[in-house]
């Protein structure tokens, strides 16, 4: 059975940083792309990145390129996102998905992300 | 990029009602057109990928159509245990973009 366990989350103040984990088992890990969505308190799905399975490509949404970066290590069966220069609209539930077995096919339960000072 | 703009924000529907929600890209995305059910309180799940398919376990009442820039999910005939908000999501290329979502509610 496919797990996906994020962890990570917390109280960060605004210009923080934060690493948020994945971590995956039930399914070959290094054989499947992964993805981060995230989902702000009452509001919808946003989308936020993509990392192939050998670590490369990888791909961001606009709202947050060049401030977070998804990584993988597959010998670990854990993916990452480094979370840098906080916003308040960075709060949100953050969940790792991956394209198992057709995109965003399983789910995590999320990591909770606050941005506040 | 390649927007999304999903429709209506809300409805509402008796049981046993055909509901039609509506997906619609700025530009062609051919069929990479996925639907997503999130229940209150749960994760995300997906519905139906390439426009069309059933993911597995999938009632056959969750339908989906279109093609290019233009998709729709209808489910046949609304039972209580739908009542979701549910998004679409294009994957045909980076950024992957989800709708604004279609809150679904029994009358």
């Known amino acids: 059975e496919v797990q996906l366990v994020e962890s990570g989350g917390g109280l960060v103040q605004p210009g923080g940083s934060r690493r948020l984990s994945c971590a995956a088992s039930?399914?070959?890990?290094?054989?499947?792309?992964m993805n981060w969505v995230r989902q702000a308190p009452g509001k919808g799905l946003e989308w936020i990145s993509y990392?192939?399975?050998?670590?490369?490509?990888?791909y961001y949404a606009d709202s947050v390129k060049g401030r977070f970066t998804t990584s993988r290590d597959n010998a670990q069966n854990s993916l990452y996102l480094q979370v840098n220069s906080l916003r308040d609209e960075d709060s949100a539930l953050y969940f790792c998905?991956?394209?198992?077995?057709?995109?965003?096919?399983?789910w995590g339960q999320g990591t909770l992300v606050t941005v506040s000072s | 990029d390649i927007q999304m703009t999903q429709s209506p924000s809300s409805l509402s529907a008796s049981v046993g009602d055909r509901i039609t929600i509506t997906c619609r890209a700025s530009?062609?995305?051919?069929?990479?057109l996925a639907w997503f059910q999130e229940k209150p309180g749960q994760v995300p799940k997906l519905l139906i990928y390439?426009?069309?398919t059933l993911q597995s376990g999938v009632p056959s009442r969750f339908i989906g159509s279109g093609s290019g820039t233009d998709f729709t999910l209808t489910i046949s005939s609304l039972q209580p245990e739908d009542v979701a908000t549910y998004y679409c999501?294009?994957?045909?290329?980076?950024?992957?973009?989800f709708g604004q979502g279609t809150k679904v509610e029994i009358k």
């Open positions: 390439l426009t069309s």
């Open positions: 530009q062609g995305i051919s069929n990479y």
């Open positions: 990392i192939g399975p050998s670590g490369s490509p990888t």
């Open positions: 998905a991956t394209d198992l077995p057709n995109p965003l096919g399983s």
């Open positions: 039930g399914f070959s890990f290094s054989t499947y792309s």
């Open positions: 999501l294009k994957y045909n290329s980076a950024p992957r973009t």
